[in-house]
């Protein structure tokens, strides 16, 4: 035998139990609806339980007992978990390591006791009724074993002890279910017995001998005061009294409430709704054209439900901005533990609902942005107070919907961005021309610039090989926004702006040659006229001027290579992505479309122009452009590209 | 002659726990760390008794126990296995393996002994 | 008979036989594992990718997915299709780059789902042939003539692979 000491044992495998409940209860105060963690914490409270009760920590196990149970209820929707439960554990979790430790005051945890019980009160624990029934006049049992019960190690003979143990019988044998010789296998069981009790016994006693095997068996049990023929169930449940069971409808809508869907069970579901929506089109097409008044109708009654249906849809990959803004409490929870500044993070409109898959692209560019405002931005405790400031940094999180946008801001109250030095850097990167002349969000908006970092030196919190223009690009490829406001001394403020879904857009339909494409209406700014006269004397630039400004314009036409003749009255449509614009020349504006993007095919992962596709109300596709990548074309002017699209359409 | 007990766990601690129980209780016990080991101990051995956890590495108590059912050497050992409350699904699992009985964690090492007085009639 | 591109040869059943869709595109017969085809369509309006591969020029609305259009011509040194409307379309789903994914083929006739035998199947002659030897798997000796069979896998496979490249 090991000389090494169980209890020893124990307290480690305890301190790791107690570690884990600790980071379940973190995650679980940002997701308070993750069944997932409850039964995490659940488990490992319910071991911690066990062992505590098998190693002589009796306090503990008695502690643990009534966390235990408090979770099982939240567990089972019987409670709902709260901010509060998750404190209350946290703090009856390091009463825990205290109790494995043994030096825990017992008033602490009546406190805490207390608390919890405050914390689940709604619907107090009521004891399950398990009423003793005493066959004071004896007992008649019937019963026989599986046939493979002794096969699975389960002895007759040791039951019969049993029983006889139980108080004074008689026990007969039954051997009529005892099959031929040649049917008989020898570890079958094939005997039955009947057993009378004479005395006092009780129902429970008698079902115990036969715990491991009651579920499998052949079992009657009847009082022998009771007429001889009367047979009771085998097992006699004890009267309902918990209120879960008493009421088990309203645990069941608890539970329905929320329901995981696998994401791409939803992406089918958009495909079929997206077909939905088109044959629908075509079916009100046909009905305008030569249907009667019956077919218009129900036509009609099948466009309004039809648009129902995808707006239904799209509010189904809405998720709140929660649990994205929940998984940075730890973050900085972390980096004032690495920089040794008090910082307070303050979450603001967690409710606020975005698509999915913009709640996943977001979390690295966020944290990127609070890493940048709790290692640059603020002070150190020295400072600040220096400063006249409380002794905490706080970094602001909040989120609200704006249209078809959410605003995700990050501020900050530390020292604000440091003009003078955003101004040198970029000069001694060659980002602007010394002295050059810059208004204040064009000299802020250089913090964006690709290499940029206005860190004076690297540290290991932001020197990730990450900088601010990844962000910017991501925010970008969300189709967002990204604006920065900045006051010496009192802080900065980061703004995003993003489309709510990724999944539909508004777009403007225009038509180039004899294709289709859709403009992201988000990126147009305005739409103006070129007569053909304007277009023959523009023929040689590649500039137009707009309201005294320069703007460089593509024909798309060109771009396209559709080689067709330009409408006599083309269009130019204005896009921007921020601060730069580029004039697109179309041949005709259809008008507004909601566009549900589609990916484009891996076969043309080499055609740059186009973000993706859609299908229209006729059944045709058309392609999305993609307005970064035209804008920088626009910019550049890239010849041997626009050869390239000439020679390949 | 004392009954000889193997006991499946990848836990020290509670294996360390079993064995204090029923070596104090008068039994012979041999351990094992997980199904694979469990497997190999019992065709060394003819034991008296298994008890086994069914959540273990490399091979699960569940397993364990329909390789052993498949062997005629084993038939009529008492196999006893650990389970949760929540479990009630895989108590009917482990049953259809083969199991003869179970005991459900947390326990105090009397319940243990209590089980195998129960299972060994000895 | 040792075959130079393993991924894409042909995967024979037990008795040596091939189930293959058999499909006209110009002057040539060509033949594709019946397996891969998913549906074959008649007429849908096409919509052209400006600047993409012609190997893969135009996209069609494939049940509600956009799904691209292949023509085959290029790549067997017959002049890429002009009309706008192909009169049947072949949906296949290959495996490209990470995943499954349906494609289109252009066919001017689809002709039948029909086995081949391996003893009737040569690999493409080291000469005298009009079109790149690796965009062939196999030639099938018919009473009539002969029937291609290509490797599509490897033409798509390229094409996905060669990201913002041109090989024109």
Redesign the interface.
Known sequence: MSAVDPVAIFRVEAGELLDQVEQDLLDLGHRLTDAALVDAVFRSLHTLKGSGAMFGFDALAAFTHHCETAFDRVRKGLAPATAELVAVILSAQDHMRALVDGDAPRADGDAILARLEAAIADGADLPVGAPVVAGGGGWRLSFALPVDAMANGTNPLMLLDELRELGPCTIVARTDTIPPLDDLTPTDCHIGWDVTFAGAVTREAIEDVFIFVMDDMEMTLAPLDAAADEVTPDVDLPPVTDVARADPVSVAAKAGESVRVPAERLDTLM??V??LV?AQSRLSQLAGQDGGLALRSVSEEIERLAGELRDTMMVLRMVPVATLFGRFRRLVHDLARDTGKAIELVTEGETTEVDKTVVERLFDPLVHLIRNSCDHGLETADQRLAAGKPEAGMVRLSAHQAGGEVVITIRDDGRGIDRTRVRAKAEANGLIEPGAVLGDQELLQLIFAPGFSTAAQVTNLSGRGVGMDVVKRTIESLRGTIDVASIDGEGSTITLRIPLTLAIIEGLLVRVG??RYVVPLASVEECLELSLEEDLRSRARSLITLRDQLVPFLRLRD????GTRPDPWQKIVVVSTGAERVGLVVDQIIGNHQTVI?AM??????????SG???MGD?????ILDIAQLVATGQSRDQSREE??R??? | MTATILTVDDSPSLRMAIRIALTNAGYTVAEAGDGVEGLAQAAATRFDLIVTDLNMPNMDGLTMIRELRKQPAQAGVPIIFLTTESDAGMKAQAKAAGATGWLVKPFVPDQLVKIARKVLGR | MTHPSSPSSIAWNADGELQALTFVMGTETFAIEAEFVHEILDLL??????????L?GH???F??????L?DLKPAFAMEAATDTSPSRIIVVELS???GN?Y?GLRADAVDEVATIHVDTVEPPPQIGMRWPRDHVRGLVRRGDGIVVIPDIAIL?ER??T?????V?
Request: hydrophobic share 45%; glycine share 12%; net charge positive.
């Open positions: 495909d079929r997206g077909e088109i004899e294709g771009l396209f290579a559709t589609k095919s891996p076969l043309h992962r080499d055609v740059a122009s186009f596709a859609t299908i059944g045709g596709v058309a392609l390239r699209l020679a390949a359409g | 309006p096409t919509t052209v990718v400006p600047g993409a591969d012609p893969v996209l069609i609305n049940r509600g997915r956009v799904i691209p292949a490209i780059g990470d994914h494609v798509f094409l996905a060669r990201a913002g490249r041109s024109h």
